[in-house]
């Protein structure tokens, strides 16, 4: 008894030890996903509970070992996160500061993948190729991003700075900054050249196309009016 209680224990100090480290090293991202998330009541139960950042932690892990070389195990590690999490990193990914993904399920992060500071991802964003070339095949994030629930973003393409991505949209092109994208395929409107708040509701955002539909009706309307 005395042996199984030494044992409890050092399992115990470890997991302490490892949450303290985590704590420490991922300390933005943490903050990050309580600023990001109404429903965070703490600093420790997005330690705890939040698979984003278990996600994240394993890549930061798989992802150094991806640097140098041990490909096989860097992908092990990635694939154990996404069977723990339902959310998939590619080891080869490259990721920045005070990244949070909201719920998650369902996310895919493509190998040639680059992400900003400040990015935000709901859940089912992928960031795909389109093919079977070789070298840079997936998008280029800017910073201050933010993903809506459902978005593809496919292939070689960069998203500008600031820039937001509404719900179910699929962006195939290069996105300036400041823009918002909506529809299938994406289409991009300018947001006056100002920065894209986080509190954006991403299900009420405007589209382009809808907005000139219900113009042409409105002329119509005043037009057999006269």
């Known amino acids: ?9 050092i399992l115990i100090a470890l997991i302490v030890i490892k949450l303290s480290i985590i704590s420490i090293f991922f300390y933005e991202d943490i903050k990050a996903a309580q600023k990001r998330d109404p429903a965070a009541k ?4 997005v330690l705890l509970l939040y698979q984003g950042l278990h996600a994240l932690v394993a890549h930061r892990v798989s992802h150094f070992l991806y640097k140098i070389r041990l490909f096989f195990i860097a992908r092990y590690i990635s694939q154990l996160a996404r069977w723990v ?14 990244f ?17 500071d400040d990015v935000l991802l709901y859940q089912g964003v992928t960031l ?15 910073n201050n991003v933010v993903i809506g629930t459902g978005a593809n ?4 393409i960069t998203i500008g ?18 823009s918002t994208v909506v529809g299938v395929p994406g289409r991009i409107t300018k947001q006056d050249g100002k920065k894209i708040e986080l509190a954006l509701d991403h299900i009420h955002v405007l589209d382009p196309l809808v907005q000139q539909i219900e113009e042409l009706e409105k002329r119509i309307k005043d037009l057999e009016k006269k």
């Open 1 to 9: 008894m005395t042996c199984l209680l030494q044992i409890l224990l």
């Open 42 to 45: 703490s600093f420790l139960e």
């Open 153 to 156: 973003v496919l292939g070689n």
């Open 161 to 178: 700075d600031n820039s937001y991505i509404g719900a179910n949209a699929v962006v195939v092109k290069d996105v300036p900054p400041n």
């Open 100 to 116: 949070f993904i909201d719920h998650g399920m369902g996310v895919v992060i493509g190998e040639t993948s680059i992400i900003g």
């Open 85 to 98: 999490t339902g959310i998939e990193i590619h080891p080869g990914a490259k990721i920045g500061k005070r």
């Open 128 to 142: 795909g190729g389109t093919g079977l070339e070789k070298g840079k095949r997936h998008p280029t994030i800017g």
